[in-house]
């Protein structure tokens, strides 16, 4: 079973949900030494899971999919693990076009659109960068396919650099030849150095759906999508071993 995480651990990773739009880069980096310390971020040296409560109406309100959708209905998953990766390199792995071919396997088809200049944020000459992806992947043997906004912020500012991702599902997945859904996802991450090549990586999850009889508010499917989630970081770091 996951716990529940902390009550203000909880509130943090819903700070920076709602904060990615709003927050200075100061007000953003004391909110990243706040999760540095609730996390004891300098002596993790393992993963680290907790259920995150709801988002609420207004919490989710600047990227409401689609009328009717209540977020209550999409369980939050915590993970926060250490990562041996430069935070430049991780940013080019976020931002990279062709998803596909970094994390081989994941994909059945994908494309990504960027709103932004890629080179220009990696070059540091701007701090966002957003795209649409669309893609089509299988879980369970069964086909399915989605669309997801992603932006990326950067902030220099503070005592620990960071790169910040937020991601949400467009509107409800579509599955071919079967009645499974997917209907609500949002994604928040947030990757801090704490040492020149070490990151330590706060991602949250709000998911609804519902496959093979199992929803996101089993144990058996909780686990196994922080696993994958865990198995991710590790593609990550190999890919960041290979800048090296």
């Known amino acids: ?24 880069d100061d007000e953003a980096a004391a909110l990243v030494d706040t999760l540095h310390a609730l996390v004891s971020g ?20 600047d990227v409401t999919p689609s009328a009717g959708q209540d977020p209550a209905d999409a369980p ?11 935070l430049e390199d991780l940013a080019a792995a976020l ?46 043997g069964a086909e399915y396919t989605e669309q997801v906004r992603g932006d990326v912020r950067r902030v220099s500012s503070g005592a620990r650099p ?25 994604q928040i991450e947030l990757f801090w150095e704490r040492a020149p090549g070490e990151l330590v990586h706060a991602y949250g999850i709000w998911r609804e759906m519902s496959v093979g009889g199992l929803s996101a508010e089993d144990e058996g499917f909780v686990n196994v999508t922080l696993n994958n989630m ?8 190999a ?3 290979e800048e090296e």
Do not use: K
């Open 1 to 24: 079973r996951v716990d529940d995480a902390p009550q203000d651990l909880d509130g943090a990773m819903h700070a920076a949900w709602t904060g990615f739009d709003v927050l200075e």
């Open 42 to 61: 300098d002596t993790l040296d393992e993963d680290l899971r907790g259920a995150l409560s709801p988002l609420t109406v207004d919490e989710r309100a």
């Open 76 to 86: 939050g998953i915590l993970l926060v693990n250490p990562m041996a990766c430069a």
């Open 95 to 140: 931002i990279h076009q062709d998803q596909d071919e970094l994390y081989p396997g994941v994909y059945l088809e994908y494309e990504r659109v960027h709103d932004g200049d890629a080179e220009a944020f990696l070059a540091g000459e701007t701090d966002r960068i957003g795209w649409v992806s669309d893609m089509r992947l299988e879980i369970l």
């Open 162 to 186: 960071f790169v910040w991702a937020r991601l949400w599902l467009t509107e409800p997945a579509e599955f071919v030849d079967s009645d499974w859904t997917f209907e609500q996802d949002y």
């Open 230 to 237: 865990v198995d991710w970081d590790a593609q990550t770091v």
């Open 239 to 241: 890919l960041c071993a």
